[in-house]
């Protein structure tokens, strides 16, 4: 069974880090391109950032540049996003998504930037 499962998120304040981690199982990730998108209530949903199957390209959203950075460890099944310098507009739900011929998606993980 194909499974992402998205951990690390919270409520921190404006200026935080967070370290999102997707836990992926049931498919060869190795062959995937890596990616995280992000949704706030009643907006819609888009792409943060993405990596290569291999990690050598990445990519990301104008917004997030030079404050977010994709990693994945393809021994651990395991792709990351490390967040700094958050601020209140980067509040939403961050999923992880698994990219080749089909596509997956996991359950999301709450992030709420706050004072």
């Known amino acids: 069974q194909v499974q992402l499962v998205e951990s690390g998120g919270g409520s921190v304040q404006p200026g935080g880090s967070l370290r999102l981690s997707c836990a992926a199982s049931g498919f060869t990730f190795s062959s995937y391109t890596m990616s995280w998108y992000r949704q706030a209530p009643g907006k819609e949903r888009e792409l943060v950032a993405a990596i290569t199957s291999t990690g050598g390209r990445t990519n990301y959203a104008d917004s997030v540049k030079g404050r977010f950075t994709i990693s994945r460890d393809n021994t651990k099944n395991t792709v990351y996003l490390q967040i700094n310098s958050l601020k209140p507009e980067d509040t939403a739900v961050y999923y992880c998504?698994?990219?080749?011929?089909?596509?997956?998606w996991g359950q999301g993980t709450q992030v709420t930037v706050s004072s």
């Open positions: 998504n698994a990219r080749a011929f089909w596509s997956y």
